[in-house]
């Protein structure tokens, strides 16, 4: 089974301007789950999504929104963006499960390295 | 606010040792808890996951205990190896997939 694939690897844009992000989950897994990883923050949930609707949502402001397709495939995007928003985006699947996927392994892509100038 | 501690100097073992890495949170009750491990550069890879009613798991060279009287878990690697070295990730949850992240700790493992 290939992996979590996420798009682009690498991207850098500047102030002001927005991005989207893309993540393809393993196949089979209809939960997808996005953190940002910073050196100062760590690792942060962001927001999940299962069947195509919001399951959970971290403490991120609107600017970052998500959304994901009937293929699971799941996009984020950023809009307006601002220096602090430089951070690796990793997108993790898991098969979601009707409780909520709480004992659910959940498996990582490469993420996407941001670099806002 | 909930914290979850690990600490965040590097941990400097001999192959061969047994590595021993610390996880301690304030203020939360995890129903479950993870540990992943996090190449640079890559995403994190799940290892195991404890629940709040198991004391002890293990899988190969790998233990995790859960305290949630200490409110700590202990991640153990034994016979370490070189191939070993990685930061090592806890990770609680007590709402779906909703992962809250403690700050890693660096492991090398010299031959």
């Known amino acids: 089974k290939a992996g979590v694939t996420q798009t682009p690897r690498y991207l850098i844009k500047t102030r002001g301007q927005q991005v989207t992000l893309s993540c393809s989950p393993i196949?089979?897994?209809?939960?997808v789950s996005w953190y940002q990883q910073t050196p100062g923050q760590g690792l942060q949930f962001l927001f999940e999504y299962f069947s195509e609707t919001q399951r959970n949502k971290g403490n991120f402001p609107g600017r970052f929104s998500g959304r994901q397709f009937s293929n699971s495939r799941s996009e984020m995007n950023v809009s307006t963006l601002e220096l602090g928003d430089s951070a690796l985006y990793l997108c993790?699947?898991?098969?979601?499960?009707?409780?909520?996927?709480?004992?659910?392994?959940?498996?990582f892509g490469p993420g996407t390295r941001l670099t806002v100038l | 606010s909930q914290k979850i501690e690990q600490n965040s100097e590097a941990l400097n073992i001999q192959e061969g040792k047994t590595a021993t890495l610390t996880c301690n949170y304030t203020?939360?009750?995890?129903?479950?808890l993870q540990w992943y491990r996090q190449d640079p550069g890559r995403g994190p890879v799940f290892l195991l996951l404890?629940?709040?009613?198991?004391k002890e798991k293990r899988k190969e060279r790998l233990k995790v205990t859960f305290d949630t009287t200490l409110k700590q878990s202990l991640f153990h690697i034994t016979a370490s190896q070189p191939a070993d070295s990685a930061t090592y990730l806890c990770?609680?949850?007590?709402?779906?997939?909703?992962?809250?992240f403690g700050g890693g700790t660096r492991l090398m493992v010299k031959p």
């Open positions: 993790a699947s898991s098969l979601g499960g009707s409780r909520g996927g709480r004992t659910d392994t959940q498996y």
């Open positions: 203020n939360y009750s995890p129903a479950y």
């Open positions: 404890i629940r709040e009613n198991e």
């Open positions: 196949s089979g897994h209809r939960s």
């Open positions: 990770a609680m949850s007590d709402a779906g997939n909703m992962l809250t």
